[in-house]
């Protein structure tokens, strides 16, 4: 399938790089497609581009290389419903913001995306009850102060 993307151009994407959103993506109610596209082999980063606007694309983070000890209840429902289980676990990404300052970026903790890949399925969750944010610094300022700022 070839999809268009104002960042990367038109793109070949194979079937299983395909995730469906059924309940969409909260604030695009209309984007259900997107191709998953990982940044780079050992990277914590990855692209979700729409396949249907080509100016839509996420940038989404293994939360799990950033903050070990993230963790949430994922509701029985949302856990049938995505089709996981004791063999196929969800796997889990953040929506993350990168500002003017690569060193000040986010990711939404609050809304993680969770992703079945085994049925190319996914939905973003928003947690209740949590003390997580929608914008939770990836590096801490205490790590740059060691590195001098950098």
Same mark, same amino acid.
Request: hydrophobic letters at 40%; proline letters at 7%; a negative charge.
């Given at each position: 399938?070839?999809?268009?993307?104002?960042?990367?151009?038109?793109?070949?994407?194979?079937?299983?790089?395909?995730?469906?959103?059924?309940?969409?993506?909260?604030?695009?109610?209309?984007?259900?497609? #997107?191709?998953?596209?990982?940044?780079?082999?050992?990277?914590?980063?990855?692209?979700?581009?729409?396949?249907?606007?080509?100016d839509l694309m996420f940038i989404i983070t293994d939360? #799990?290389?950033?903050?070990?000890?993230?963790?949430?209840?994922?509701?029985?429902?949302?856990?049938?419903?995505?089709?996981?289980?004791?063999?196929?676990?969800?796997?889990?990404?953040?929506?993350?913001?990168?500002?003017?300052?690569?060193?000040?970026?986010?990711?939404?903790?609050?809304?993680?995306?969770?992703?079945?890949?085994?049925?190319?399925?996914?939905?973003?969750?928003?947690?209740?009850?949590?003390?997580?944010?929608?914008?939770?610094?990836?590096?801490?300022?205490?790590?740059?102060?060691?590195?001098?700022?950098?």
């Amino acid at each position: 399938m070839k999809i268009k993307s104002t960042r990367f151009g038109e793109l070949e994407i194979a079937e299983e790089q395909l995730i469906k959103f059924p309940h969409a993506i909260p604030g695009f109610p209309k984007e259900q497609k #997107f191709a998953f596209i990982p940044y780079e082999q050992d990277s914590p980063f990855s692209f979700l581009q729409s396949c249907s606007d080509p100016d839509l694309m996420f940038i989404i983070t293994d939360p #799990f290389a950033f903050f070990s000890d993230y963790s949430f209840y994922l509701d029985d429902t949302v856990a049938d419903e995505l089709g996981f289980n004791n063999e196929n676990k969800p796997s889990i990404f953040n929506i993350v913001r990168i500002p003017e300052k690569p060193d000040e970026m986010t990711a939404n903790l609050l809304a993680p995306l969770v992703i079945n890949f085994e049925s190319r399925t996914g939905r973003q969750i928003v947690l209740e009850k949590s003390s997580y944010s929608v914008r939770h610094r990836l590096f801490l300022k205490e790590l740059q102060a060691d590195k001098g700022g950098k």
